[in-house]
């Protein structure tokens, strides 16, 4: 009993730092919005997933409520869900429509089989082990109905966020022209500063073991794994990150 106590004290405080981790990090994590890569993914992840006003749509992993707000936008009826609950208040500012609760994807969802028409993970899946995501991806596919469309964004394996960095200097530079993109560098450095050493954080677990990036192949067959019909896998985010679209087939349950 004491071994028992003493494990499920260890993983509270492993919960808890994780909590602390992400509740800092989303404090500047919407600097995002201004860099254009971070744009063109949001907006490829939701040409990918082609929401339709009315279909249910579940963000795994909120976060801070970006791509739930671009939801909400094209009129799904959205719920967030994500483990670290200070972050609502910025995604509910966002989306003020979506419902957003307390939702672990190590742990089995609160929602019944087929209840979403729309599955979103978007910067989700790399800070989980693969057997984390092996699990994670086999909920979202059990909450997602027949047909119903799953995106999926991960780190790739190489993952550089200097690199991501750079590409953002270079896009904002073609966009509005050198002096326009130094001032607002240096409007962002801080900001900027800070989401670099988050990441590194998320880097170091990531040599450690406890994270799992992804590649083409290797998110592919996680999907297919789930039971997934995997339809476009590719690279986004300066080509940084791996972004797929999956469709869950219908059973011969289902068809009858």
């Not at 500063?193 to 996680?222: C, F, K, M, P």
Request: proline share 3%; net charge positive; hydrophobic share 45%.
């Amino acid at each position: 009993m004491a071994t028992d106590s003493a494990t499920s004290d260890k993983r509270r405080e492993g919960t808890r730092a994780a909590q602390l981790f992400w509740t800092r990090y989303f404090t500047v994590y919407d600097t995002l919005n201004q860099a254009r890569p971070y744009q063109a993914m949001l907006a490829r992840q939701l040409e990918l997933l082609a929401p339709v006003e009315g279909e249910r749509a579940l963000d795994a992993g909120t976060g801070s409520g970006n791509f739930a707000a671009a939801l909400a936008r094209r009129g799904a009826a959205v719920v967030g869900i994500d483990f670290c609950e200070p972050a609502f208040e910025l995604a509910r500012q966002k989306a003020p429509g979506a419902r957003f609760e307390f939702g672990d994807l190590t742990c089995v969802l609160a929602f019944p089989d087929n209840s979403f028409d729309l599955v979103a993970c978007s910067a989700v899946l790399h800070v989980l082990s693969r057997d984390e995501q092996v699990f994670a991806l086999s909920e979202l596919a059990r909450v997602l109905r027949p047909r119903g469309r799953l995106m999926v964004t991960a780190f790739a394996n190489g993952f550089s966020a200097i690199q991501v960095y750079l590409e953002t200097l270079k896009a904002e530079r073609d966009a509005t022209g050198l002096v326009a993109a130094a001032l607002q560098s240096l409007r962002y450095s801080w900001n900027t500063l800070r989401i670099l050493y988050y990441v590194w954080r998320i880097q170091r677990q990531h040599r450690r073991g406890s994270y799992a990036y992804v590649d083409e192949t290797i998110l592919g067959n996680l999907l297919s794994g789930a039971g997934l019909e995997p339809r476009s896998v590719e690279r986004t985010l300066a080509g940084q990150c791996v972004t797929a679209l999956a469709v869950k087939p219908i059973s011969s349950r289902d068809a009858e």
